[in-house]
Each structure stands twice: as structure tokens, then as C-alpha cells.
């Protein structure tokens, strides 16, 4: 790429075609990540499929915003100027549903949306002590905590193609005979002068008859297509086919469900072709002060990743960062979310697979990222496009779930690829305790049924259980060492 002598790469201004075709490639890398995490939530807080919908694209378009912000740069506190593309980050993921399925519906939503945005006003506070916390999250703790992000999801592209453990695709469901009966006992029970005493209270029916709708083997078939034309694009497709090779293995089952039956298009065809994303759409926000400390802990792992990524995109551009460069990047992640919180949307941070496309293109410019952003808005003010994407079948979403999640995992095992074991065993100690120590909410999720409710929280979600874990052993065992060059490495082996 060609640059004059006085403008550096990374400001260069392209021509209006090329950079909209350079944005439009970033959103396409990101996009299949960027609608994940609404899908996900939405499902758990069991909004209805057109408040799904308006999660969808509130997203998009504050992916967007945060985009432009990020790259162009906004007052001198907010955007670091280099190409950054931003998105709904998968550490904040397993709190949020947490959350979601103890508080569904209108008010889950509310309290969840007011955690955001408080979690988000402590993060742009806080962002210039993050930038000097590198040294407490070095490869041997950023690996473990985006490893057991990864771990943690899969369990929801599992869930999506087979069926969810409770509700109308739980494995088992109650056996019709046992139900009348009861029903018919209850029934008699009520009749004045009955000498049946009235049941229990709280006596329900154990599901115990396989559910035909569960693992069925269509869906399983429409999944596998999925997954395994990801595969051959990913080994046979060069270029740009092959980085967006989860977005077309996601086309390419919708076609086939579609032929099938499976999917339909009402709710396309029903939605506006233009709306405005509109703040508080679920309510005003509710705040818990517990919720917001979780939140805020999670927000500073999803820093010290970003932080990582910066220095790697500094790296790469040849711009130099300095700690307020940093603070300005990480502020911006704090503004991000909370306008997630504002505009019904979630927690952000830099999308890493984008910080990759930098590398793979040799395009440095930043103002190809604020290109990316205007589409992102454009995206975001379709509701068609947000109803399309909500009408896919889970089968179709758990055929690419099993690989972004899992690509996910295989982020934090590259970087952990770098983490010295031969001359200090202690690193295979803080790994293999803290993603043991992760695993407890996943294997035993009833495990907190005598302690205090009010700290629930904080040790339901196996990602901060890991994250707390790896910081304090990594402290015990190595102490706290600046290692500014370590942090850059692994956000490029995250790249790889």
C-alpha cells in the first residue's frame, strides 16, 4: 500500500470505493460474532422473537458508533486513532445469563441493561489504572481466562443444536398419563366432602419421557452441513473467502433449511425496512450494586485483552502507544458499553479477529475501520436485516456455534503455547487449578445452594471464577512482573 511521505499508514486516507470494500470486509469478518451474543441473551431473558430482533440490531449499530469513535478518535479522552473494529465481547457472555435466566423477561432486561451501563461509567473511570495493570495479567492468565471463556460457551452451541435443558427441547418431558392422573387427583381433592387430602404444596411431575423434539437428527444433519462447509471453505477458499468462512457455512445452512421447511420468512417480511434504534426500549434501567461489581470485573479482563490488542496493533502499524494513547483506547471500551446499556445492548471491546484482518491485509489505515463502522450503522437501521438473522434455526447457529466458540478456546491455548513450563512448573499449577476451579459452575451448577444469595453473583459464572483464580495464583507463584513485550505477543499469537 502506497503513502505519501508526509501521512503515516496508519491515517492514510483511501479512496471513497476502496475503503467502503475494505469496511464492508471487516464487517463480514466480525459479523457472525456481533449477532452471537444478542442471540444468546435475548433467548435466555425469553424476550419475544421481535425484541430478539431489536437486540440484533441496536447492536450493530452501536458497534458502529463505538467503531467510529475508536478509530477517528473523539475529544482527547476517548479513541486510541488506530484500526479498530469494536463488538459485543464473549468474556461478559456466561454473567449475563446468569443473570438473564434468574431475572428473564422486561425486568431482567432492565436490570441488566442498568448493570451494563454502571459497569460501563466505572470502566471509563478506572481505564487509566487499568493500563498500568498489565503486569498482573500476563500469557499465563489471559490464555487460562479466554480458554474457559471458550469452554463456557460451547456448552451453548451444544445446546443449540441438540435442544436446551429445560423448556419444549429439554431431553425429557412429563408423561401425559402421570399428568391426567394427578390432575384427576387434584380435581377430586377440591370436591367439598372429599376425603382425599389436597396434594402438597409445590408437588410437581418429574419429566421422565424422552422428547421427540430433542437431538432431532434433521437438526443435527442441517448442523453438520454447517460446521463441515465451514471446513471445506476454510481449507479450500483463500483470501477473504477463508476469513469468512463461519459467515457463509451460516448461509449456506439457512439455504438448506430453508429447502427443508424449517425456516421461514414472516417475520422478514414483517419487520420495517428502516427504524431508528431507540434508547430505554425495554424500560428504564434497574441497578444492583452486586451485579454492577461482577460486571465491572469482568469489563477489567476485557481490558487487559484490549490492552493487548493495542499494543499488537501498534505493533503492527508502526504507530507507537503510549499510556495515554492506552487510556484513551480503554476509556472507549467503557463508553462502548455504556451505550450498549443505553441503546438495549451489551458490554464492547475490540474484536480481535479484526486486529487479525490488519495483519493478513497489510491495509494500516484506520479510516478503513470507520468505514466499517458507517455500514454498521447502516446495518443497524434495518430492521429486516435484524429479523433475518433472528429467524435462523439454532441448529444452524450451533453448526457455527461449535466453531467460533471453540476457536475461542483454541485463542487462549496458542497463547498459552507461549507460556514458559520448562523452567517454571508453576505455570502449569495456575492453568490447570484455575480452569478446574472455572468448571464448578459448569459441572455443578447447585453448588452455591448454601451460601449467601447476595454474593450468587459473583461465583456462578465459571469465567470470573477463572479469571479471580489465574490473577491471584499467577501472583503467588510468579508475583507481578512488567512484561510489556509478553502482552504483545500473545495478543499476536491470538491472531494467528
Not at 462447509?229 to 445452512?253: E, M, P, R, T
Not at 470507520?370 to 441448529?395: F, H, Q, R
Amino acid at each position: 500500500m502506497g503513502t505519501n511521505a508526509t501521512t503515516a499508514p496508519v491515517d492514510e486516507r483511501l479512496p471513497n470505493g476502496r475503503l467502503a470494500a475494505l469496511g464492508l470486509q471487516h464487517v463480514l469478518v466480525m459479523y457472525a460474532g456481533a449477532v452471537a451474543v444478542p442471540l444468546i441473551v435475548g433467548r435466555a431473558l425469553n424476550l419475544t422473537s421481535e425484541e430478539v430482533s431489536i437486540l440484533i440490531a441496536a447492536d450493530l449499530f452501536v458497534c458502529g458508533i463505538v467503531s467510529i469513535i475508536q478509530s477517528m478518535g473523539f475529544t482527547q479522552y476517548f479513541g486510541i486513532k488506530l484500526p479498530v473494529m469494536m463488538g459485543v465481547t464473549f468474556a461478559a457472555v456466561g454473567p449475563m445469563v446468569s443473570m438473564a435466566q434468574a431475572n428473564p423477561g422486561q425486568e431482567g432486561a432492565q436490570l441488566l441493561f442498568g448493570t451494563v451501563i454502571g459497569a460501563g461509567i466505572i470502566t471509563m473511570i478506572i481505564a487509566p489504572a487499568v493500563s498500568r495493570m498489565l503486569r498482573f495479567f500476563p500469557p499465563v492468565v489471559t490464555g487460562t481466562i479466554i480458554a474457559m471463556i471458550g469452554i463456557t460457551l460451547m456448552r451453548v452451541g451444544i445446546n443449540w443444536i441438540f435442544g436446551n435443558p429445560v423448556g419444549p427441547t429439554a431431553p425429557t418431558v412429563i408423561n401425559p398419563d402421570h399428568l391426567a392422573w394427578i390432575q384427576h387427583a387434584q380435581s377430586a381433592a377440591a370436591m367439598p366432602g372429599s376425603a382425599l387430602p389436597p396434594p402438597p404444596e409445590g408437588l410437581a411431575l418429574k419429566a421422565t419421557v424422552p422428547n421427540p423434539r430433542y437431538a432431532n437428527l434433521t437438526g443435527l444433519g442441517i448442523a453438520a452441513i454447517v460446521l463441515t462447509s465451514i471446513l471445506l471453505i476454510a481449507k479450500f477458499a483463500k483470501g477473504f473467502l477463508a476469513n469468512v468462512a463461519v459467515l457463509l457455512g451460516i448461509v449456506i445452512g439457512a439455504i438448506v433449511a430453508s429447502a427443508m421447511g424449517i425456516m421461514t420468512y414472516e417475520k422478514v417480511a414483517n419487520a420495517a425496512w428502516v427504524d431508528l434504534v431507540l434508547p430505554f426500549h425495554f424500560g428504564m434501567p434497574k441497578f444492583n450494586i452486586l451485579h454492577i461489581a461482577t460486571m465491572t470485573l469482568v469489563m477489567i479482563v476485557v481490558l487487559i485483552e484490549s490492552t493487548g490488542m493495542f499494543l499488537a496493533l501498534s505493533d503492527m502499524t508502526g504507530k507507537k502507544v503510549d499510556q495515554k494513547d492506552l487510556a484513551r483506547g480503554l476509556r472507549t471500551d467503557g463508553l462502548g458499553t455504556l451505550l450498549g446499556g443505553i441503546f438495549n445492548t451489551f458490554p464492547y471491546s475490540s474484536f480481535s479477529q479484526n486486529v487479525g484482518l490488519v495483519a493478513v491485509t497489510g491495509v494500516r489505515s484506520r479510516f478503513v475501520c470507520v468505514a466499517g463502522g458507517v455500514i454498521l450503522i447502516i446495518l443497524g437501521l434495518l430492521p429486516k436485516m435484524a429479523a433475518l438473522v433472528e429467524s435462523l434455526p439454532t441448529v444452524v447457529l450451533g453448526g457455527a456455534g461449535i466453531v467460533m466458540f471453540g476457536m475461542v478456546t483454541a485463542t487462549g491455548i496458542r497463547i498459552l503455547s507461549g507460556v514458559d513450563y520448562k523452567t517454571n512448573r508453576n505455570n502449569s499449577m495456575i492453568v490447570a487449578i484455575s480452569i478446574g476451579v472455572g468448571m464448578i459452575p459448569l459441572v455443578a451448577p447447585n453448588y452455591m445452594q448454601w451460601m449467601p444469595h447476595a454474593i450468587h453473583p459473583l461465583i456462578e459464572s465459571g469465567i470470573l471464577l477463572t479469571s479471580i483464580a489465574a490473577v491471584l495464583l499467577n501472583l503467588f507463584f510468579n508475583g507481578a512482573k512488567e512484561d510489556t513485550h509478553a502482552a504483545v505477543e500473545a495478543a499476536k499469537h491470538a491472531e494467528a
